[in-house]
């Protein structure tokens, strides 16, 4: 993944990431971190009847130029041009969402890269119950904390590794992948249905997710959750204050509509 405008020391700035980054798993797992606290999941455009850019220069203006967030393709797409900044070895993986009633096809973006002969699921763009920290995909079937979070990958006999994460007391499926690579230009079909797809989640509601230290924040509709320490506080949010809590919570101005 490569983008003539994307600058290591810039994107580093943008996610306040203040060491000398290496080629190492301790790096990948501190800018993971950093870019979760700093840069919110969030699909603005597509309320604002926008179809997402996938072009990698217009992700780069958008998320360090102009300090918006994204959804899926946008921020693991930047998280892999600094991956290939340092050198790291990585390939895109296409995911199925596995938390809806009825199947669906694989249209989630996530990164599996290897360093020191190991391979690590990194996706800095799955909402809610994303992950928090690069996880190996050689410790299956064991409990993964993160924070207060618990994750868990399996493996099945198709080939393909289950991710899952514990909510309110269950373990419950959050998307399924297997190792084929998949190129930039496999994810233009899948961005434009979510970007379109009436029965969208991205297209039916205001979508903004940050991590912090103590949880989450997250907001889903007229739905606005601050999860901290497993103690989650919820309330309503009117049309009306929906700018101001952007702003507020996610650093985040809603664009113009088209």
């Not at 379109?196 to 297209?203: K, L, R, S, Y």
């Amino acid at each position: 993944m490569h983008a003539d405008n994307f600058s290591l020391t810039q994107y580093l700035d943008r996610i306040d990431f203040t060491a000398t980054p290496k080629a190492d798993i301790d790096t990948v797992a501190r800018m993971m971190r950093r870019q979760l606290f700093s840069v919110p999941f969030e699909n603005l455009d597509v309320q604002a009847g926008k179809i997402v850019s996938l072009v990698p220069e217009e992700i780069v203006e958008k998320i360090v130029g102009r300090k918006r967030g994204g959804y899926c393709y946008e921020v693991n797409g930047l998280f892999a041009m600094a991956l290939a900044s340092l050198g790291i070895t990585y390939r895109f993986v296409a995911a199925r969402p596995m938390f809806y009633p009825a199947r669906r096809p694989r249209t989630h973006m996530a990164l599996v890269l290897t360093l020191g002969g190991e391979r690590w699921l990194c996706d800095l763009g799955f909402g809610s119950y994303g992950i928090r920290a690069p996880m190996s995909l050689s410790k299956l079937d064991v409990e993964v904390a993160q924070d207060d979070d618990l994750f868990k990958l399996s493996l099945g006999d198709d080939g393909f590794y289950l991710l899952q994460a514990k909510v309110d007391g269950q373990w419950t499926n959050q998307y399924a992948f297997d190792l084929s690579p998949q190129e930039w230009v496999d994810f233009v079909p899948a961005n434009y249905l979510n970007s379109t797809h009436p029965d969208a989640i991205f297209v039916r509601m205001t979508v903004a997710v940050v991590m912090t230290e103590a949880g989450r924040k997250i907001l889903g509709g007229d739905s606005f959750k601050i999860v901290s320490h497993g103690r989650t506080e919820k309330r309503t949010v009117t049309a009306s204050e929906l700018p101001e809590l952007l702003a507020r919570e996610f650093g985040l101005t809603m664009p113009s509509r088209t």
